[in-house]
Protein backbone atom coordinates (compact mmCIF):
# COMPACT_ATOMS: atom_id res chain seq x y z
CA UNK A 1 0.00 0.00 0.00
CA UNK A 2 1.02 3.62 -0.74
CA UNK A 3 2.31 5.80 2.53
CA UNK A 4 -0.81 7.43 3.80
CA UNK A 5 0.88 11.12 3.84
CA UNK A 6 0.88 12.76 7.04
CA UNK A 7 -2.14 15.12 6.74
CA UNK A 8 -4.29 12.02 5.94
CA UNK A 9 -3.25 10.60 9.46
CA UNK A 10 -3.92 13.39 11.49
CA UNK A 11 -7.09 13.32 9.87
CA UNK A 12 -7.44 10.12 11.36
CA UNK A 13 -6.62 11.07 14.68
CA UNK A 14 -9.18 13.25 14.63
CA UNK A 15 -11.52 10.77 14.69
CA UNK A 16 -10.49 9.39 17.80
CA UNK A 17 -12.12 10.54 20.52
CA UNK A 18 -11.19 10.92 23.94
CA UNK A 19 -11.71 8.02 26.09
CA UNK A 20 -13.03 9.66 28.90
CA UNK A 21 -14.86 13.15 27.48
CA UNK A 22 -15.86 11.59 23.94
CA UNK A 23 -17.32 14.90 22.40
CA UNK A 24 -13.47 15.80 21.73
CA UNK A 25 -11.17 13.96 19.30
CA UNK A 26 -6.90 13.32 20.73
CA UNK A 27 -6.53 16.09 18.45
CA UNK A 28 -8.53 18.39 19.94
CA UNK A 29 -7.24 17.90 23.33
CA UNK A 30 -3.72 18.73 21.55
CA UNK A 31 -1.78 15.36 23.43
CA UNK A 32 -0.81 14.51 19.26
CA UNK A 33 2.49 16.25 19.46
CA UNK A 34 4.05 14.81 16.21
CA UNK A 35 2.87 12.69 13.40
CA UNK A 36 5.81 11.93 10.97
CA UNK A 37 7.19 8.91 8.51
CA UNK A 38 10.63 7.55 9.48
CA UNK A 39 11.44 5.03 6.54
CA UNK A 40 8.17 2.45 6.58
CA UNK A 41 6.98 3.44 10.32
CA UNK A 42 4.99 5.92 11.10
CA UNK A 43 5.98 7.74 14.59
CA UNK A 44 3.47 9.45 16.80
CA UNK A 45 4.83 11.53 19.71
CA UNK A 46 1.92 11.47 22.60
CA UNK A 47 2.11 13.71 25.75
CA UNK A 48 0.07 12.40 28.74
CA UNK A 49 -2.26 15.59 30.20
CA UNK A 50 -1.84 14.83 33.85
CA UNK A 51 1.56 11.92 34.68
CA UNK A 52 -1.03 9.67 36.60
CA UNK A 53 -3.55 10.11 34.08
CA UNK A 54 -5.10 6.32 33.97
CA UNK A 55 -6.86 7.08 30.45
CA UNK A 56 -3.14 7.52 29.23
CA UNK A 57 -2.85 3.53 28.51
CA UNK A 58 -6.23 3.75 26.52
CA UNK A 59 -5.41 6.48 24.76
CA UNK A 60 -2.23 4.74 23.10
CA UNK A 61 -4.50 1.72 22.74
CA UNK A 62 -7.03 3.61 20.92
CA UNK A 63 -4.62 5.27 18.29
CA UNK A 64 -2.85 2.42 17.89
CA UNK A 65 -6.47 0.69 16.85
CA UNK A 66 -7.62 3.41 15.06
CA UNK A 67 -4.63 3.44 12.75
CA UNK A 68 -3.82 -0.48 12.85
CA UNK A 69 -7.45 -0.48 11.18
CA UNK A 70 -6.54 2.01 8.57
CA UNK A 71 -3.86 -0.32 7.07
CA UNK A 72 -0.59 1.42 9.20
CA UNK A 73 1.62 -1.88 9.88
CA UNK A 74 4.67 -0.55 11.27
CA UNK A 75 3.41 2.12 13.54
CA UNK A 76 5.84 3.30 16.86
CA UNK A 77 4.05 5.05 19.91
CA UNK A 78 6.64 7.95 21.36
CA UNK A 79 5.85 9.54 24.86
CA UNK A 80 6.96 13.00 24.76
CA UNK A 81 7.08 14.94 27.89
CA UNK A 82 8.43 17.83 27.11
CA UNK A 83 7.45 20.44 26.52
CA UNK A 84 4.19 19.32 29.17
CA UNK A 85 0.74 19.63 28.00
CA UNK A 86 -0.85 22.67 28.73
CA UNK A 87 -4.69 23.59 27.92
CA UNK A 88 -3.39 26.54 25.62
CA UNK A 89 -3.17 23.54 23.41
CA UNK A 90 -6.99 22.26 23.30
CA UNK A 91 -8.49 23.45 19.56
CA UNK A 92 -11.13 26.00 19.15
CA UNK A 93 -13.38 23.41 17.86
CA UNK A 94 -12.70 21.25 21.20
CA UNK A 95 -13.59 24.47 23.59
CA UNK A 96 -16.88 25.02 21.67
CA UNK A 97 -17.98 21.02 22.07
CA UNK A 98 -16.49 20.21 25.69
CA UNK A 99 -19.49 23.94 26.34
CA UNK A 100 -21.89 22.60 24.41
CA UNK A 101 -21.38 18.82 26.65
CA UNK A 102 -21.69 21.00 29.66
CA UNK A 103 -18.02 21.12 30.72
CA UNK A 104 -17.01 24.91 30.96
CA UNK A 105 -13.86 24.82 28.91
CA UNK A 106 -10.24 26.46 30.66
CA UNK A 107 -9.50 30.13 30.99
CA UNK A 108 -6.46 31.69 31.46
CA UNK A 109 -8.09 33.54 34.47
CA UNK A 110 -8.22 30.41 36.19
CA UNK A 111 -11.86 29.69 36.61
CA UNK A 112 -14.69 29.73 34.03
CA UNK A 113 -16.55 32.74 32.77
CA UNK A 114 -20.20 31.47 32.66
CA UNK A 115 -22.30 28.49 32.96
CA UNK A 116 -22.26 25.88 30.42
CA UNK A 117 -25.92 24.93 31.12
CA UNK A 118 -27.49 28.47 31.13
CA UNK A 119 -24.62 31.21 30.65
CA UNK A 120 -25.27 32.82 34.27
CA UNK A 121 -22.42 34.36 35.43
CA UNK A 122 -22.68 34.22 39.49
CA UNK A 123 -20.35 30.90 39.80
CA UNK A 124 -18.78 29.61 42.84
CA UNK A 125 -15.70 26.67 42.91
CA UNK A 126 -16.96 23.14 45.03
CA UNK A 127 -13.77 21.65 44.57
CA UNK A 128 -10.33 22.08 42.64
CA UNK A 129 -10.52 18.79 41.86
CA UNK A 130 -13.12 16.22 39.63
CA UNK A 131 -14.43 13.13 38.43
CA UNK A 132 -11.43 13.44 36.41
CA UNK A 133 -7.95 14.72 36.83
CA UNK A 134 -8.57 17.63 34.28
CA UNK A 135 -11.38 19.11 35.63
CA UNK A 136 -12.81 21.18 38.65
CA UNK A 137 -15.92 20.81 40.49
CA UNK A 138 -18.14 24.19 39.94
CA UNK A 139 -21.89 25.45 40.44
CA UNK A 140 -23.93 27.92 39.05
CA UNK A 141 -25.73 30.22 41.58
CA UNK A 142 -28.34 31.21 38.85
CA UNK A 143 -29.38 28.03 38.02
CA UNK A 144 -28.03 25.79 40.49
CA UNK A 145 -26.43 23.34 38.46
CA UNK A 146 -23.15 21.55 39.18
CA UNK A 147 -20.76 21.49 36.11
CA UNK A 148 -17.28 20.68 35.34
CA UNK A 149 -14.62 22.96 34.54
CA UNK A 150 -11.69 21.99 32.52
CA UNK A 151 -8.69 23.26 34.56
CA UNK A 152 -6.00 25.06 33.38
CA UNK A 153 -2.76 23.73 33.54
CA UNK B 1 30.25 15.09 37.37
CA UNK B 2 27.69 13.22 40.01
CA UNK B 3 28.34 9.32 39.31
CA UNK B 4 25.50 7.20 38.52
CA UNK B 5 25.22 5.98 41.97
CA UNK B 6 24.75 9.35 43.06
CA UNK B 7 22.19 10.11 40.62
CA UNK B 8 20.22 6.89 41.14
CA UNK B 9 19.95 7.76 44.99
CA UNK B 10 18.66 11.41 44.35
CA UNK B 11 16.31 10.18 41.40
CA UNK B 12 15.15 7.48 44.53
CA UNK B 13 14.70 10.36 46.96
CA UNK B 14 12.62 11.81 44.62
CA UNK B 15 10.22 8.65 43.50
CA UNK B 16 10.09 7.18 46.77
CA UNK B 17 8.84 10.61 47.99
CA UNK B 18 5.80 10.79 45.84
CA UNK B 19 5.56 6.46 45.99
CA UNK B 20 5.45 6.15 49.84
CA UNK B 21 2.77 9.55 49.66
CA UNK B 22 0.36 9.02 46.98
CA UNK B 23 -0.03 5.43 48.60
CA UNK B 24 -0.78 6.84 51.85
CA UNK B 25 -2.93 9.52 50.20
CA UNK B 26 -5.05 6.73 48.56
CA UNK B 27 -5.82 4.80 51.81
CA UNK B 28 -8.52 7.45 52.00
CA UNK B 29 -10.34 6.61 48.86
CA UNK B 30 -13.90 5.76 50.10
CA UNK B 31 -12.88 6.68 53.34
CA UNK B 32 -12.97 11.28 52.88
CA UNK B 33 -15.38 13.07 54.87
CA UNK B 34 -17.21 14.05 51.99
CA UNK B 35 -17.36 13.09 48.34
CA UNK B 36 -15.64 15.91 46.89
CA UNK B 37 -12.75 15.37 49.47
CA UNK B 38 -12.61 11.80 48.65
CA UNK B 39 -12.48 12.43 44.65
CA UNK B 40 -9.66 15.53 45.41
CA UNK B 41 -7.60 12.72 47.32
CA UNK B 42 -7.63 10.19 44.83
CA UNK B 43 -6.41 12.77 42.15
CA UNK B 44 -3.77 13.97 44.04
CA UNK B 45 -2.75 10.39 45.06
CA UNK B 46 -2.63 9.36 40.87
CA UNK B 47 -0.49 12.16 40.12
CA UNK B 48 2.09 11.55 42.32
CA UNK B 49 1.44 7.91 41.51
CA UNK B 50 2.27 9.10 37.89
CA UNK B 51 5.20 11.24 39.05
CA UNK B 52 6.60 8.49 40.98
CA UNK B 53 6.42 6.29 37.49
CA UNK B 54 8.83 8.89 35.93
CA UNK B 55 10.92 9.24 38.70
CA UNK B 56 11.38 5.38 39.19
CA UNK B 57 11.63 5.04 35.43
CA UNK B 58 14.32 7.44 34.90
CA UNK B 59 16.33 5.78 37.97
CA UNK B 60 16.10 2.27 36.88
CA UNK B 61 17.75 3.43 33.59
CA UNK B 62 20.38 5.35 35.34
CA UNK B 63 21.08 2.20 37.22
CA UNK B 64 21.48 0.18 34.54
CA UNK B 65 20.28 -3.14 35.95
CA UNK B 66 17.09 -3.33 33.14
CA UNK B 67 14.94 -2.88 36.04
CA UNK B 68 11.21 -1.10 35.13
CA UNK B 69 9.46 1.35 37.86
CA UNK B 70 7.73 -1.54 38.63
CA UNK B 71 10.00 -3.42 39.78
CA UNK B 72 12.05 -0.68 41.91
CA UNK B 73 8.47 0.18 43.47
CA UNK B 74 7.71 -3.55 44.35
CA UNK B 75 10.49 -5.47 45.26
CA UNK B 76 12.59 -3.16 47.22
CA UNK B 77 12.32 -3.27 50.87
CA UNK B 78 12.46 -1.18 53.57
CA UNK B 79 16.23 -0.20 53.41
CA UNK B 80 16.43 0.16 50.29
CA UNK B 81 13.84 3.30 50.61
CA UNK B 82 14.72 6.74 50.39
CA UNK B 83 11.50 8.94 51.22
CA UNK B 84 11.77 11.40 53.90
CA UNK B 85 9.63 10.13 56.87
CA UNK B 86 7.14 12.26 56.57
CA UNK B 87 5.64 10.66 54.03
CA UNK B 88 5.71 7.28 55.79
CA UNK B 89 3.49 8.23 59.09
CA UNK B 90 -0.16 7.48 59.14
CA UNK B 91 -2.70 9.59 57.81
CA UNK B 92 -4.13 9.95 61.61
CA UNK B 93 -7.18 12.01 61.05
CA UNK B 94 -8.37 14.25 57.98
CA UNK B 95 -6.97 16.89 59.72
CA UNK B 96 -3.52 15.56 59.99
CA UNK B 97 -3.61 13.98 56.75
CA UNK B 98 -4.35 17.55 55.23
CA UNK B 99 -1.78 19.16 57.29
CA UNK B 100 1.33 16.67 56.17
CA UNK B 101 0.18 17.05 52.58
CA UNK B 102 0.38 21.02 52.57
CA UNK B 103 4.23 20.61 54.55
CA UNK B 104 5.08 18.26 51.86
CA UNK B 105 3.30 20.45 49.03
CA UNK B 106 5.21 23.28 49.67
CA UNK B 107 8.31 21.57 49.97
CA UNK B 108 7.94 19.54 46.58
CA UNK B 109 6.64 22.87 44.49
CA UNK B 110 9.95 24.88 45.98
CA UNK B 111 11.97 21.75 44.59
CA UNK B 112 10.39 21.14 41.45
CA UNK B 113 10.75 24.72 40.57
CA UNK B 114 14.37 24.57 41.16
CA UNK B 115 14.61 21.62 39.10
CA UNK B 116 13.45 23.47 36.11
CA UNK B 117 16.47 24.44 35.58
CA UNK B 118 18.85 20.90 36.31
CA UNK B 119 21.48 20.64 34.12
CA UNK B 120 19.72 16.91 33.30
CA UNK B 121 17.06 17.92 31.01
CA UNK B 122 15.43 14.28 32.01
CA UNK B 123 15.04 15.77 35.73
CA UNK B 124 14.00 18.92 34.22
CA UNK B 125 11.45 17.64 31.78
CA UNK B 126 10.06 15.75 34.71
CA UNK B 127 10.16 18.64 37.16
CA UNK B 128 7.87 21.08 34.33
CA UNK B 129 5.47 18.13 33.80
CA UNK B 130 5.09 17.51 38.10
CA UNK B 131 5.47 21.22 39.20
CA UNK B 132 2.16 22.27 37.13
CA UNK B 133 -0.06 19.53 39.09
CA UNK B 134 1.67 20.46 42.34
CA UNK B 135 0.64 23.72 42.11
CA UNK B 136 -2.86 22.33 42.06
CA UNK B 137 -2.18 20.35 45.30
CA UNK B 138 -0.36 23.06 47.01
CA UNK B 139 -3.58 25.17 46.32
CA UNK B 140 -6.01 22.80 47.82
CA UNK B 141 -3.74 21.62 50.45
CA UNK B 142 -3.00 25.40 51.54
CA UNK B 143 -6.46 26.24 51.62
CA UNK B 144 -7.76 23.48 53.53
CA UNK B 145 -5.06 24.48 56.58
CA UNK B 146 -6.40 27.47 56.50
CA UNK B 147 -9.95 27.02 56.17
CA UNK B 148 -9.86 24.23 59.26
CA UNK B 149 -7.19 25.76 61.03
CA UNK B 150 -9.18 29.42 61.22
CA UNK B 151 -12.62 27.27 61.54
CA UNK B 152 -14.30 25.80 64.60
CA UNK B 153 -13.10 24.87 67.51
CA UNK B 154 -12.55 21.54 67.35
CA UNK B 155 -11.09 22.05 63.75
CA UNK B 156 -8.37 24.29 65.32
CA UNK B 157 -7.89 22.01 67.89
CA UNK B 158 -6.72 19.45 65.95
CA UNK B 159 -5.10 21.69 63.52
CA UNK B 160 -2.56 22.47 65.78
CA UNK B 161 -2.00 19.21 67.17
CA UNK B 162 -1.48 18.05 63.68
CA UNK B 163 1.04 20.42 63.35
CA UNK B 164 3.12 19.88 66.40
CA UNK B 165 2.56 16.09 65.55
CA UNK B 166 3.87 16.57 62.28
CA UNK B 167 6.93 19.75 62.58
CA UNK B 168 9.49 17.17 63.86
CA UNK B 169 9.45 15.60 60.54
CA UNK B 170 9.42 18.78 58.65
CA UNK B 171 13.29 19.19 59.35
CA UNK B 172 14.88 16.06 57.16
CA UNK B 173 13.42 17.78 53.65
CA UNK B 174 16.57 20.08 54.06
CA UNK B 175 19.54 17.95 55.40
CA UNK B 176 21.71 18.06 53.10
CA UNK B 177 24.32 15.27 52.53
CA UNK B 178 26.95 14.29 50.22
CA UNK B 179 24.61 12.91 47.61
CA UNK B 180 23.18 16.49 47.85
CA UNK B 181 26.77 17.99 47.09
CA UNK B 182 26.94 16.21 44.20
CA UNK B 183 24.07 16.77 42.85
CA UNK B 184 24.69 20.71 43.55
CA UNK B 185 28.19 20.10 42.19
CA UNK B 186 26.83 18.67 38.95
CA UNK B 187 23.97 21.40 38.99
CA UNK B 188 21.35 18.79 38.61
CA UNK B 189 19.62 19.99 42.21
CA UNK B 190 19.82 22.24 44.72
CA UNK B 191 21.26 21.98 47.77
CA UNK B 192 17.82 20.84 50.40
CA UNK B 193 19.01 23.31 53.05
CA UNK B 194 19.19 26.55 50.77
CA UNK B 195 15.30 25.79 50.32
CA UNK B 196 14.76 26.58 53.66
CA UNK B 197 14.34 30.03 53.80
CA UNK B 198 12.24 30.22 51.36
CA UNK B 199 10.06 27.32 52.82
CA UNK B 200 9.78 28.77 56.36
CA UNK B 201 8.02 32.15 54.41
CA UNK B 202 5.57 30.16 52.53
CA UNK B 203 4.35 27.99 55.19
CA UNK B 204 4.81 30.54 57.61
CA UNK B 205 2.51 32.86 55.68
CA UNK B 206 -0.35 30.18 55.45
CA UNK B 207 0.07 29.03 59.20
CA UNK B 208 -0.64 32.52 60.16
CA UNK B 209 -2.92 32.50 58.34
CA UNK B 210 -4.30 29.40 59.96
CA UNK B 211 -3.68 30.89 63.33
CA UNK B 212 -1.87 27.94 63.83
CA UNK B 213 1.26 28.53 66.01
CA UNK B 214 4.71 26.55 64.19
CA UNK B 215 6.26 24.64 67.31
CA UNK B 216 9.29 26.34 68.63
CA UNK B 217 11.27 23.16 68.47
CA UNK B 218 13.27 22.61 65.55
CA UNK B 219 14.47 19.14 66.30
CA UNK B 220 14.14 16.45 63.18
CA UNK B 221 13.02 12.86 63.10
CA UNK B 222 15.87 11.68 60.48
CA UNK B 223 16.78 8.69 58.60
CA UNK B 224 14.38 8.20 55.84
CA UNK B 225 15.91 9.97 53.03
CA UNK B 226 19.18 8.51 53.61
CA UNK B 227 17.61 5.45 54.36
CA UNK B 228 19.74 4.98 57.72
CA UNK B 229 16.28 3.79 59.43
CA UNK B 230 12.80 4.55 58.43
CA UNK B 231 9.59 4.31 60.94
CA UNK B 232 8.33 1.09 61.96
CA UNK B 233 5.30 2.59 60.03
CA UNK B 234 6.97 1.63 56.38
CA UNK B 235 7.13 -2.14 56.77
CA UNK B 236 3.52 -2.25 57.32
CA UNK B 237 2.72 0.16 54.19
CA UNK B 238 4.86 -2.00 52.02
CA UNK B 239 3.32 -4.95 52.85
CA UNK B 240 0.29 -3.99 51.80
CA UNK B 241 1.44 -2.07 48.48
CA UNK B 242 3.66 -4.72 47.57
CA UNK B 243 1.49 -7.82 48.56
CA UNK B 244 0.43 -8.95 45.24
CA UNK B 245 3.99 -8.89 43.58
CA UNK B 246 5.65 -10.70 46.63
CA UNK B 247 2.68 -13.29 46.40
CA UNK B 248 2.65 -13.96 42.72
CA UNK B 249 5.83 -12.89 41.45
CA UNK B 250 5.42 -11.21 38.45
CA UNK B 251 1.66 -11.30 38.00
CA UNK B 252 0.69 -8.40 35.13
CA UNK B 253 -2.60 -7.29 34.34
ZN1 LIG C 1 -26.28 28.03 35.24
Known amino acids: MEQPSVEQVWEWLDAV??????????????????????????????????????????????????????????????????????????????????????????QPAGGPTRCPHCGGTHLEKLSQFGSTPCKAQWRCRDCLEPFDYFKCI | MADNQQLFQFLLRMGDNTLILGHRVSEWCGHSPILEEDIALANTALDLIGQTQMW???????????KSADDLAFLRDVWDFRNVLLTEVPNGDFGRTMMRQFLFDAWHSIMLGRLLKS???RIAEIAAKASKEVA??????????????????????????????????????FASDDIDAAMVQA???????????????????????????????????????????HTEHLGHLLTQMQWLQRAYPGASW
Open chain 2, 187 to 229: GIAPDPAGLRDEYDALVGRFLTEATLTIPDNNWAHKGGRTGAM
Open chain 2, 136 to 173: YHLERSGDTVVGLGDGTEESHARMQEALDYLWPYVGEM
Open chain 1, 17 to 106: PDPEIPVISLVDLGIIRDVAWEGETLTVAVTPTYSGCPATSIINMDIETALRGHGIEKLELKRQLSPPWTTDWLSDKGRARLEEYGIAPP
Open chain 2, 56 to 66: LELAGEVQGEG
Open chain 2, 119 to 121: SDS
